[in-house]
């Protein structure tokens, strides 16, 4: 599966980064868009995004009706997917170091704004796998994704 990472500047001093990782919606099955309520460009002009949290989760969570229920499992699929945009981001761009990727990241220095494009089957074999806190491994095999 491709997906597209970025790095944004966030204005201020020190310099603060925004980091994230999505999933062109059109690398995604027709099945999967149609149950992904909340895609955009995400203001990277490159045509439709999903998160990768909808791009990693089970089609039957997708499928759900809301409640409580599916709230609890969104909560541990999005953790799994912080966890996957973590390993990925930090592959793709080496100042990346946490297990998790906050909201914002202070930068020592000032970087440029980055969109990286890249192949899940290509950066699997640099994830190290037993670092991922979940039993839902099986999600990093970029022939489920």
């Keep these: 599966m491709d997906v ?23 690398a995604l099955s027709p099945e999967r868009q149609s149950l992904i309520h909340y895609h955009s460009d995400f203001g990277h002009g ?32 999005h953790d799994l997917a912080q966890q996957i945009e973590a390993r990925v981001l930090s592959i793709l761009f080496t100042e990346v170091t946490n297990t998790r990727v906050p909201p914002l990241t202070e930068g020592r220095s000032d970087l440029p704004d980055e969109r990286v494009r890249a192949r899940v089957a290509q950066l ?22």
Excluded: C, N
């Excluded at 806190?133 to 970029?142: F, K, N, R, V, Y």
């Design 46 to 77: 490159l045509g439709l995004l999903a998160r990768m949290s909808e791009a990693i989760a089970p089609m039957t969570w997708l499928e759900m009706s809301p409640g409580h229920e599916k709230l609890a499992q969104g909560r541990a699929i």
């Design 4 to 26: 597209l990472a970025t790095r944004v500047r966030v204005t201020g001093a020190p310099p603060r980064y925004q980091y994230r990782l999505y999933a062109p919606f059109d």
């Design 124 to 145: 699997v074999s640099h994830v190290h796998r037993p670092a991922l806190e979940t039993s839902a491994i099986h999600l990093l095999d970029p022939r489920r994704l």
